[in-house]
Structures are given as structure tokens and as C-alpha cells.
């Protein structure tokens, strides 16, 4: 790769609906999706189908909150500017492209767009700091699937994780020391790293992500000179019946009230703003704080365009960008060999790292 080069950069992400008629497709097509129902098609379809429907209502009640639709691809438009901006300084000619893995724009019409811009290579990059298989690995696949029908055949290099990159970590903290510095806390408080949830067979079956999720907070602690400081890590977002990993979000709030402390929320697993920050923590988790007698109650903002993080990204494409294949930027802190759905798990039970 020379400077000079034209590189297309796909930015991934869940997407949400746009409006409240886009609410019911949105969810048949998150629910249908193997990656999260692990049925056959036949069984999958007709189930997400039935979901969709039943989930609909409660749904549109959420974006009903936060003006009728998701905030979120417009936030994502406004993080691949940035960061075509900051790669055009860095002298990379570069654009940015934002693929949907659940609502429009979609892998399809995305990888249609990136074969006509004709690049001389690609570079994937899900805005999922965590690896899951849930997330990356599903907007990968999807990807693939819709390169290989846009006839797009150039050199590929993907980004499997970041969990504790600089600039991603450095812009957690800032947010989070911002929102220490401004608080008063009488009675002391408790940081809630609040993530994402997953039920406890796919962590169980080898996935990385709370692992990831650990070495998250413990970096964003290190960059606060907090590793004393009281904290718990939750997760949030809880569908269906299964049984998921925790302590869930309400769980901690709860115990945060018992112990007489307040709550300084902080998504890690999240970068941009959507209905599970705007709405499940700034008002359901909010609201039940208050009837639990929780003493306080702040929540950190996810980091969107922050410049740190920007600057991060910025370094995670140029990183990157010899390469083929999947990628993994952790080092000798990439998943443990027992992770054995991680791409780029360490070597020591006969598998090799991708790269």
C-alpha cells in the first residue's frame, strides 16, 4: 500500500429504525438474523416473525421517547466525517462508508456503492469495540456475503477488536473524570460500567466479549488513576428468557441503593447514543434508580466524535492497512486460546493468530 491509494473505510454498526413504521421490519430483521436465533432458516424466519410482531408495540413506545426513530446512523455519519477528515490530513485517500447490519443503509446497497468507487483496497471497521459473534462476526458475514453479489474483489483487511485502544480509552475517561469533577457525591458513589448483554451459552460457548469488556474498564480505570476507585461491571438490555450473564444494570443500581452510594453510569460497549443510553439509562434506569432509593445518579455520554477517539480510529486504519484477513491490534493481550470463537485468539492450543 502506497500513499496515493484509494481506500474505501466501512464503519459497521447495528443501525435502528428511522421512523415508527420502520420499528416491526427493524426487529424481523435483527431476530432473524443467525447470529442471534441460532435455529435453522426454516425455524428462524416464521420466529422472528412472531417476535418482531409481539416486541413492535413496547418498541415504538421506545423511539416514541426520542422523536420517532434511532439517532444512531445519523451519529455514525457524523463519526466516518471525522474520521475521513482526520485520514485526509494524514495524507490517506480515503472515504468512509457506514454499513447498517439491521437497518438501511444495509451491507448490499453499501458494498454496491464501495465497488463503484473502485478502490484499491478496503478496510473493515465495526464501531464495536468488543468482538462478540453477535456483532462483528455477524456484520462481517453479512458483508461478505454482499461483496461477493457486488462483484467487489479488491485486497480486504478487517478489524476484529479495540478494547483497549488509546484513543478509544482516553475518551471514556475524559467523559467519565468530567462528569467526577462536576458531581457531588455526599454520601460516595460507584462507578456502573454498564455494557451490553449476552446470554450466558454464547459467552459460555466461547465468546470473548465480557472478557473484552473486563479489559475495557480495567484500562479506563487505569487512564482515571481510579483502580481503587468502587465499580461494578453490568449489562444491560435483557430479551427473552435465558439466562444472561450479570450482574445486570438494575441488579447493581439495586445494591448501589442498599449500600447507601450513587451511580455514575458509564457505557463501555456503546460509541454513539441510541435508544438503550437515551432512553434505558437517561429514563427507565433513571426512574428506577429514584424508586430504589439510589442517592444519585449521572450518566457518562457514550463517546461519538470525540477527537480522542477520532485520533484512535484514525490509527486502528493506518495500523492496519498492510494487512489481509482479520486483524487483531491487542497484542499479547489478545484473547486467551479458550476464547475459541475469538478470530484472533493467542496460540497455544494449536490455533494460529490471523495475523
Not at 454499513?99 to 464501495?114: I, K, Q
Not at 447507601?260 to 454513539?272: K, L
Not at 450518566?299 to 461519538?304: E, L, M, N, S, Y
Request: with cysteine; glycine share 8%; proline share 8%.
Amino acid at each position: 500500500m502506497v500513499t496515493g491509494d484509494r481506500v474505501a473505510l466501512v464503519l459497521f454498526n447495528l443501525g435502528g429504525p428511522d421512523s415508527l413504521d420502520a420499528v416491526q421490519p427493524f426487529l424481523f430483521n435483527l431476530f432473524n438474523d443467525p447470529a442471534i436465533i441460532r435455529l435453522p432458516g426454516p425455524l428462524r424466519r416464521p420466529l422472528a416473525t412472531l417476535i418482531s410482531r409481539r416486541r413492535a408495540p413496547v418498541a415504538r413506545g421506545i423511539y416514541q421517547e426520542i422523536g420517532g426513530g434511532s439517532p444512531l446512523l445519523p451519529q455514525t455519519l457524523d463519526q466516518a466525517a471525522a474520521l475521513e477528515r482526520r485520514l485526509k490530513r494524514r495524507g490517506l485517500d480515503a472515504r468512509v462508508f457506514v454499513s447498517m447490519r439491521y437497518w438501511h443503509p444495509r451491507s448490499d446497497a453499501v458494498a454496491a456503492e464501495v465497488a463503484q468507487f473502485a478502490p484499491a483496497r478496503v478496510v473493515l471497521l465495526p464501531l464495536y469495540p468488543q468482538y462478540s459473534t453477535t456483532t462483528t462476526a455477524s456484520s462481517l458475514a453479512d458483508w461478505r456475503r454482499a461483496a461477493v453479489a457486488a462483484g467487489l474483489r479488491v485486497p480486504e483487511v478487517a478489524v476484529c477488536c479495540y478494547p483497549t485502544q488509546p484513543g478509544f480509552v482516553a475518551a471514556v475517561a475524559r467523559r467519565l473524570r468530567n462528569e467526577l469533577e462536576r458531581a457531588d457525591f455526599p454520601t460516595g458513589f460507584r462507578i456502573l460500567f454498564s455494557a451490553h448483554g449476552l446470554p450466558e451459552r454464547i459467552v459460555a460457548g466461547g465468546d470473548p466479549y465480557q472478557w473484552q469488556v473486563e479489559r475495557t474498564c480495567a484500562a479506563v480505570l487505569e487512564a482515571v488513576d481510579g483502580e481503587e476507585m468502587d465499580h461494578v461491571i453490568c449489562y444491560q438490555s435483557r430479551v427473552g428468557p435465558l439466562k444472561w450473564i450479570g450482574p445486570s444494570t438494575l441488579e447493581a443500581l439495586e445494591t448501589a441503593a442498599a449500600d447507601g452510594v450513587a451511580a455514575v453510569v458509564v457505557p463501555v460497549a456503546f460509541v454513539s447514543e441510541h435508544s438503550e443510553t437515551l432512553v434505558e439509562l437517561d429514563i427507565d434506569y433513571r426512574r428506577r434508580a429514584v424508586e430504589f432509593g439510589v442517592p444519585g445518579y449521572v450518566r457518562v455520554p457514550t463517546v461519538g466524535t470525540a477527537e480522542e477517539f477520532i485520533s484512535g480510529l484514525a490509527d486502528v486504519v493506518e495500523e492496519v492497512l498492510p494487512n489481509d484477513g482479520i486483524v487483531c491490534l491487542e497484542g499479547a493481550r489478545r484473547c486467551p486460546a479458550s476464547f475459541g470463537r475469538c478470530p484472533c485468539r493467542s496460540a497455544g492450543d494449536g490455533q494460529t493468530p490471523a495475523n
